[in-house]
C-alpha cells in the first residue's frame, strides 16, 4: 500500500509560481511512476506531468510545457511539480498519483494509488 499527501496548493495571481509536494509513505516508493493530474469544476480529470521510477523520464501535457517541471527524491519519498508562469487556466484541484508499473503512463487508468488533492487558485 501506499499513501499520497499533497501539500502546497494555494491563491497566487497570474504570472506567479507554486511547488506542489506530494508524500508517499511505503517503502517500494523509488520502484513507482508518479504523476500529477488536475480537475477543474465540472470537467474531467487531466493528465498534466509524469515521471519515471528513476527520475529519468518524464513527460508532460501540452498545455504546461515549458512551464511546469515535475521531479522526485526518493531519498524523501516525495514526488513535486514546480510550477511557473501560472494562468487563470490552471486553476484546479491537483492530485498527484503512483503507479507500481514503474514506468511513466498518462492515462490515469494505470494509476494505482490517489492522494485526496490539493486546491491551486489561479487569479487574473
Known amino acids: 500500500q501506499v499513501q499520497l499527501v499533497e501539500s502546497g496548493g494555494g491563491l497566487v495571481q497570474a504570472g506567479g509560481s507554486l511547488r506542489l509536494s506530494c508524500a508517499a509513505s511505503g517503502r517500494t516508493f523509488s520502484s513507482y511512476g508518479l504523476g500529477w493530474f488536475r480537475q477543474a469544476p465540472g470537467k474531467e480529470r487531466e493528465f498534466v506531468a509524469t515521471i519515471s521510477w528513476s527520475g529519468g523520464s518524464t513527460y508532460y501535457a501540452d498545455s504546461v510545457k515549458g512551464r511546469f517541471t515535475i521531479s522526485r527524491d526518493n531519498a524523501k519519498n516525495t514526488v513535486y511539480l514546480q510550477m511557473n508562469s501560472l494562468k487563470p487556466e490552471d486553476t484546479a484541484t491537483y492530485y498527484c498519483?503512483?503507479?507500481?508499473?514503474?514506468?511513466?503512463?498518462?492515462?490515469?487508468?494505470?494509476?494505482?494509488?490517489w492522494g485526496q488533492g490539493t486546491q491551486v487558485t489561479v487569479s487574473s
Open positions: 498519483a503512483a503507479t507500481s508499473r514503474g514506468s511513466y503512463y498518462l492515462s490515469p487508468l494505470f494509476y494505482d494509488y
